[in-house]
């Protein structure tokens, strides 16, 4: 949608609204000048500036003068939508009671519930959530609210969302689970969570790894320790390689003695062929070859 060119007056109500000074905007639209919803190039109403800056009569205002409450900018984001990124409750509330759509999704597919998640605002996750958002939603890559919550460590948020009936494993596109991200992530509190909740231990991302896998490669070591309780597929993955080649592969001692502890085979070789200790060999860490060694000769 192409825009019309912005007056001047335009452009000082998008400023009074982004103030918070209701007095202009009473002002502005008393003179017949100017719309209540005009746009400006990305197609930001004033509407979405009040509520994006958190100025409430400035809403109530806008609101009273027939703005529209689920105008969209040309990325798809409403009032509303600010105002669950921000944690502007009062805003949302006024928002919401009036008529503003929970879910409007943006172009990537986020809704206020999303971003919600992303910046950990629980009670603006309960308001949306009595508003009827969508709590499976899924953005254009397939990440859902409860993913969104796991990759930014919000813990309560995934409590949250887990009572009020997300689903624990439901995938990215590419395969990652709300889990997996949280083992990538180093979120150890999530993955213990997660785990406790039913999250399948082994779930694959498209490229064959798992979360153990994932977090051996980054040296997470709270996360390995959470994920073996659960007793994760030491052996081989669907990717070719296992858990302990890439805790090997980075030289993350600790990791690797957790492993090693919890069963994994030094001596198990890869796709190609290639043992645990191969590659502490060919990298010639000698604090790594010996502890591989040692619990060949201890087995």
Known sequence: MSMKKETPSDVRLHLAAVNGDVRSIRRLLDSGRVHVDCQDKEGTTPLILSAANGHVECVQELLEQGANINCQRLTGTTALFFAAQAGFMHIAEILLENGAVADTPSIDGGTPLFVACQYGHLKMIHLLLHHGAKINASMKDGASPLFIASQNGHL?????LLSNGAKVDQRRLDGATP????????????????LKYGAQVDSLRRNGATPLFKACHKGH?????????????????PNGETALHAATLFNHQRVIRLLLLAGASPSLPNQDGVTSIDLAIQSKNKPVIELLCSHLTER
Not at 221 to 234: A, R, S
């Open 156 to 160: 309560e948020v995934a409590q949250t």
């Open 179 to 194: 889990l997996w991200i949280a083992s990538q992530m180093n979120h150890a509190c999530i993955v213990r969570f997660l």
């Open 221 to 237: 070591i709270d996360v390995v320790q959470e994920l073996l309780k659960y007793k994760p597929n030491l052996g081989l993955l």
